[in-house]
């Protein structure tokens, strides 16, 4: 999958028609209106699970995602429940990782760069002060992120530096957690 | 579990514990530094697999969850991939729902506040041309976040509305989405 095989194939990517995705959304912007939706349920103490709803874009509803997949989150003993899954702040760090390593394979494969492997290590330092309320000047979320990437093929230092960059530059969870997203949230009575 | 039993369980969480947990750290605030980490791999098109790290926190180490959870990610066709699981931007929802739960949950037991249920249905707008960089005006993530929450119990609207303004006030990933995180980028040889 990672291999070119000789025709359009690029990193497990089909490259004619992800041009053919890029020149349809360029010709026609509301192509590229997607929603994506979840839904999360409580499950006691530090549990919950969230399943993946069905969603939109390029025209379309995807309903057979509708429930396809589940997720659940979980806290450690240390912070007072079952470890029975990755804990949220995990998650955050997994969709961050998961998104750089897409929108470098996908911009790459734009690129016809054939990579061999993307492989990251993500940490992000949380002070508790936050959470807890203890000290107002304390960031609820992680204080800082630091991510290692490597990235191998038969490409320069140059290159290599070039497609983690542009795995971040596009990658819309990197945006969303270096820059601001606006959030409404309504509580239903 | 979501039932106080008595003693000094609320939502599942000893409220004993969660009392001399924030004294703890109120007293020594280095106890409240944390660390989380995960370590992502590319698996081909648009799928990638995360692996958990051992944490550490509360001046200990927490090896025993170095490899104890792996989630995974992938795209759905109309992107390209063979979706096998959720997407990044669906697992940035997962955190950011997964999160504020949490920190509602465990904010209403510090207040002896119990909680029947806790659930939230959220919406993410992306639009395409930015991950494609087909238009630099537009954002890369989500424009909006729409996150709708019902929480039920024996508790006024006012309280309910006041366990979901605790949630969002505390959570470390509503604040990291809601706020700008630092993101520092290695790109190893």
Sequence with gaps: MKEQTGKRIVNGLDVRKLKETIQA????????????????????????????????GAGQQFQERDGKFTMQADEPPILLSGDKAANPVEHLLHALAACVTTA????AAAREIPLDSVESVLEGELDLQGFLGLDPNVPKGYKHIRMNVRVTGDLSEEQKRKVVQLGCEFSPVYNMVSKAVPITVEVLG
């Excluded at 360029?26 to 919950?48: C, P, Y």
């Design 25 to 56: 959304i360029g010709k026609t912007s509301s192509l590229g209106d997607f929603r994506f939706r979840i839904a999360n349920e409580w499950q006691g103490g530090g549990l919950n699970q969230s399943t993946v709803k069905a969603s939109s």
């Design 104 to 107: 470098a394979v996908y911009h």
